[in-house]
Structure formats: structure tokens, C-alpha cells
């Protein structure tokens, strides 16, 4: 399942860190038609791109050796394509009826330049879609409270106002309870800014 966090640990240990979540991707156009599939990651600085090349050993010009490559069946044809720093990503999660989906807007370097048109992704993975898309905005959020220079990752559902912004911020508060109980009881709520 985590083919990036491999690909990291066996070819790119100079640039290692460790993966909070990963999972399956397809890129779809505005219509939702799938364009390509992906294999996302999340670290604490940036986003990975991985997908599969299967046809790997041709652009070496050798003969793939079935007998022995020495390297894991999961990550053999699988390809590390592209890294991007979180802090030029803003990120909008949204359901449209039994899709889960994630857009990923770049924002450019310089504010006179134009921003790209924004890349939609469908979660992947069938019936564990739906926990994807619950832990990335979870760890999403945990980035953002963790560290302030990440604030403009933050983004809000447009299709659902029961959906739970991504500005969402977790605080402890200490329960008053009678004189007979022990002081040392918390409770873990959440609060919403909301906009995105």
C-alpha cells in the first residue's frame, strides 16, 4: 500500500520523510472523466507524485530479468514523477454525490503571475475512499495547526455546509466538574473558521 514511503526508502533516502498518509488517485477533467491515475503522499513539507511505468525497463533499453530484479513486485514499475512544497498548494476537499474528491491549486511564486488552472483529483481505493478523505483532511489540518507557515493550505468544501471546514482546529479544554472527581478531566472539541 505504501508504494511511495518504498520508493523513498530504497532510491531517494537523501530526501526521505516519513509519509503521514498516501493513497490511490485518479487526475479527472472537469467533467469527471479520469485522465490518469496517481499514487499521492503527504509529508510534513510536501506532496509526492508517484505512478506506475510499466514501460520502465525499455526506456534503459535492457530486457526486464523476471527471474530476479532484486526489488519489490509492488514498486518495480513504480515511478516518483514529481514533489511539490506544501507551501505552494491549497488544498479543497468536497463530495458531489458518492465521490470523493480533492482539488489542488498551485499558487505561483510571484503574485504578477497567473495561477494554474487547479488539478481535481477522485480518491481512490472503493469502500476505503471514504476514509481517505477523512484522514487526508485530518492530517491536512494537523500540518496547518502544527505549523504557521502552512496557513494558506487551508480550504473549505463548496458542496456541503454539513462538511467540516479545513480550518478546523483542535483545543483542549478542561471539563469543570464536581469537587468529588479529579481536575485532570479533558475534552477535545473543535471549532470552525470557516471560508476558504
Known amino acids: 500500500m505504501f508504494r511511495v514511503q518504498k520508493v523513498l526508502l530504497t532510491e531517494y533516502q537523501e530526501i526521505y520523510e516519513p509519509v503521514m498518509v498516501e493513497s490511490p488517485f485518479t487526475l479527472v477533467d472537469a467533467h469527471g472523466v479520469g485522465l490518469r491515475q496517481y499514487h499521492i503522499a503527504l509529508t510534513g513539507t510536501k506532496l509526492l507524485f508517484g505512478c506506475d511505468n510499466f514501460y520502465k525497463h525499455e526506456e534503459y533499453g535492457s530486457e526486464p530479468n523476471w527471474y530476479c530484479l532484486g526489488q519489490d513486485p509492488e514498486i518495480e514499475c513504480f515511478d516518483l514523477i514529481s514533489m511539490v512544497p506544501l507551501e505552494y498548494i491549497r488544498f479543497n476537499f468536497y463530495r458531489k454525490r458518492e465521490r470523493y474528491l480533492m482539488m489542488l491549486s498551485v499558487q505561483p511564486l ?13 480518491f481512490g481505493g472503493h469502500i476505503h475512499k471514504q476514509y481517505f478523505w ?6 491536512i489540518a494537523s500540518i496547518r495547526t502544527h505549523e504557521s507557515r502552512f496557513n494558506q493550505i487551508t480550504g473549505a468544501s463548496p458542496f456541503s455546509s ?12 478542561q471539563v469543570h466538574v464536581p469537587h468529588y472527581r479529579p481536575q485532570s478531566i479533558y ?6 473558521a470557516g471560508g476558504a
Not at 454539513?162 to 479544554?173: A, L, P, T
Not at 475534552?187 to 470552525?192: G, H, M, P
Open 110 to 122: 510571484e503574485q504578477h503571475l497567473p495561477a494554474e488552472r487547479p488539478m481535481i483529483f477522485e
Open 134 to 139: 477523512h484522514t487526508w483532511r485530518e492530517r
Open 162 to 173: 454539513s462538511d467540516i471546514q479545513m480550518d478546523e482546529v483542535q483545543h483542549h479544554v
Open 187 to 192: 475534552s477535545v472539541c473543535c471549532s470552525s
